[in-house]
Nanobody, 123 residues
Framework: QVQLVESGGGLVQAGDSLRLSCAIS????????MGWFRQAPGKERVFVAA????????YYADSMKGRFTISRDNAKNTVVLHINNLKPEDTAAYYC????????????????WGQGTRVIVSS
């Protein structure tokens, strides 16, 4: 059974950068697209970014372009989300997810979710 475990969240200051990691265990997901979603308090979970199975293609939600960078290392079974110039509105639980393709990720056709890592950005 595949498990996704996120790490790297915490309390940070506005303007800081953060590196969120997703460790994949159970079996390889090297043929799957991987992505990140986030859910702010009291709001719905929304798509942030996705990366194709080989890391060759990435896709970002319009509002996330510029400050967010997704990458993956299939040899290490990890997916990373870098967030630069954090803002208080980035405060949310960030979830790692897998789907067959980036297109499936965009439609939230998710096969496996992680448990989330919480990011709190103070001003």
């Amino acid at each position: 059974q595949v498990q996704l475990v996120e790490s790297g969240g915490g309390l940070v200051q506005a303007g800081d950068s953060l590196r969120l990691s997703c460790a994949i265990s159970g079996r390889t997901l090297s043929s799957y697209a991987m992505g990140w979603f986030r859910q702010a308090p009291g709001k719905e979970r929304v798509f942030v970014a996705a990366v194709s199975w080989n890391g060759g293609n990435t896709y970002y939600a319009d509002s996330m372009k510029g400050r967010f960078t997704i990458s993956r290392d299939n040899a290490k079974n990890t997916v990373v989300l870098h967030i630069n110039n954090l803002k208080p509105e980035d405060t949310a639980a960030y979830y790692c997810a897998s789907a067959p393709t980036i297109e499936a990720m965009k439609t939230v056709a998710i096969e496996v979710w992680g448990q989330g890592t919480r990011v709190i950005v103070s001003s």
